[in-house]
């Protein structure tokens, strides 16, 4: 049964509306996925089909498209930003906000927006602070294999890389990587349903679509002189089938 939905989310960060701005409408491939920048004005074409409806750099902007590509469960998407200067614009405030119409398993689907957008906003604001000024050099997003959707998937993720259950957010850590490789990161984010993992060179994303009734998921944001997409999905997709016992 079709049902509007609405997720807010404000924060402070230590970057300048400029930064904030140009991460949202250009740089969307260092926290998110590529995106297609926007046509800067209203009226212009935005990412996946939708519609400028408001600009007003850099405060200001908001896309909306009624027909969502790709997403059967959901006919309406508007995403909203507003964005204020803070300590004589050295830092910024931040309201996001969400809305649209789900048109199908409600509430399992609001539930799982809702939680993506806290871990969406987190990487938003550590690719402001710890990436500031370097452009993402490559981006790659995949699922696991279907063994991954099994209720205690994720908790497998996390031994498999070394962490202990009870490893918090904040923890300096050397976590298995692919081919046993340790690598040296920071746990940026932790609950039941993602971890972050950060590293001197990338933002690694580890997503527990499991308790939604899908795959595992990854994404590695990777800022590193000559990095490349296909290597570290490869690498990493690679890693994620192993830890399923998958070829």
């Known amino acids: 049964m079709s049902k509007e939905f609405e997720i807010v989310g404000e924060f402070e960060v230590d970057a300048t509306p400029q930064e904030v701005w140009e991460a949202v409408t250009a740089g969307t491939g260092g926290w998110l996925w590529p995106m297609e920048a926007p046509e800067p004005r209203v009226g212009g074409k935005g990412p996946f089909g939708s519609e400028v409806t408001a600009w007003d750099p850099p405060h200001h902007y908001t896309n909306r498209v009624e027909d969502v590509e790709g997403i059967s469960e959901q006919t309406l998407n508007q995403l909203d930003y507003t964005i ?3 300590d004589e614009g050295r830092r910024a405030w931040v309201r996001y906000v969400h809305s649209g119409i789900f048109v199908d398993d409600w509430d399992n689907q609001y539930d799982g927006a809702n939680r993506h957008t806290e871990f969406y906003l987190h990487t938003l604001r550590q690719y402001l602070t710890r990436f500031r000024g370097r452009p ?6 995949f699922d696991g294999p279907e063994a991954s959707k099994a209720p205690d998937a994720f908790v497998t993720v996390g031994r498999a890389l070394g962490l202990a259950d009870d ?6 850590v050397q976590v ?4 046993g490789q340790l690598l040296d990161a920071v746990v940026d984010f932790r609950n ?14 580890f997503f527990g679509r499991n308790h939604w009734g899908y795959m595992v998921g990854m994404s590695v944001h990777d800022f590193a002189p000559g990095a490349d997409a296909a290597a570290d999905e490869e690498m990493w997709k690679g890693w994620l089938n192993g830890v399923f016992s998958q070829p």
């Open 84 to 86: 204020e200067p803070r």
């Open 136 to 141: 993402v050099t490559a981006f790659a997003t």
């Open 167 to 172: 490893t918090e957010e904040g923890a300096s």
């Open 176 to 179: 298995r990587g692919p081919k």
């Open 192 to 205: 039941p349903y993602f971890l972050g993992l950060r590293t001197d060179d990338a933002l690694i994303r």
